[in-house]
């Protein structure tokens, strides 16, 4: 089982974004040189994000991304499933049906045990992500990582963020 | 977030070895044809499992293979990550140091908080796998599936199964 290395971006990006200030936005080329990434492979998932109802962005001089919700209303599975998709980890593909004996379609009713089995562990997996919100995560990153990456962080944001008018409206 | 197509050819194949007769194996054209399956796409599956101990492969005229250990004690888990890889599905790639203010590493002592809450998804992922037992899956096919399929599955392991002379012994 592997997850697109664009979950980690996008998680990062999302919790920076909860960082800033009111109304304002941040640009994606100030994400993608927070975190060495390449700015064309952090739009595809800030995009993704988008679409999704996470971020909303912003056109103009002062354009950029925020956050579409409170932190609080954001999980780490709304973030999963919007850069991977909404299907489940495991695929039936219903080997059980090729066999070499043909039967009727109605044998096959119910669904398969092993497929069953498989989607409750990821119902496990799920509920797990949704439980994390994204203010808890900046919560304890803001306590419990070490000062001078809180302190390195926070001055990247205060420097980066493009506070907007007041006759800004959000892009709903 | 996505499992490769063979875990499902895996865990239909042990399901299948659980029913063989006492040391009796099945070659791996048997369980090829019963899923509709390239015998070589599944030989490199069932060679995944070998290598985990979770099969045992039998040289010669009656070879093939069975289960290496009693079906109470396979679980989803052993054979998901005998075919995937014990690696979590979230790989962190530490982008939080690629910045442009370059830290100290031992302001990165403490885990980054957003790996440690996926990491914790997914041990909810595992534990769910490995509570669901390989013996547990094929009693539930044999009492809940449609009577025409277990038919079906029941006779096609009696003619494909190769018993064992009494000399042969376990290749641990």
């Known amino acids: 089982m592997k997850l ?3 979950v980690e971006a ?3 990006c999302a919790a920076m974004l909860a960082g800033v200030d009111g109304e ?3 640009p994606a080329s100030a994400m993608a040189e927070a975190f060495g990434l390449s700015p064309s492979y952090l739009l595809k998932h800030l995009n993704m994000l988008t679409a999704s109802g996470i971020l909303e962005s912003v056109s103009g001089p002062a354009g950029g991304y925020r956050l579409a919700q409170p932190a609080e209303r954001i999980t780490l599975l709304d973030i999963v499933l919007a850069i991977e998709g909404r299907e489940p ?3 039936c593909a219903e080997i059980r049906r090729n066999g070499p004996v043909r039967l009727d379609p109605s044998a096959y009713l119910k669904p398969c045990g092993i497929n069953a089995a498989m989607l ?3 119902r496990a997996y799920r509920s797990a992500l949704a439980e994390a919100k994204l203010s ?3 919560a304890e990153y803001m306590s419990d990582a070490d000062p001078r990456s ?3 962080g926070c001055a990247f944001v205060a420097r980066h963020q493009r506070p907007q008018k007041s006759s800004s409206t959000k892009q709903t």
């Open 4 to 6: 697109g290395e664009g």
């Open 10 to 12: 996008a998680i990062h």
């Open 24 to 26: 304002a936005t941040m």
């Open 89 to 91: 980890a495991f695929r």
């Open 120 to 122: 409750k562990a990821e």
């Open 136 to 138: 808890d995560i900046v």
């Open 150 to 152: 809180v302190a390195a």
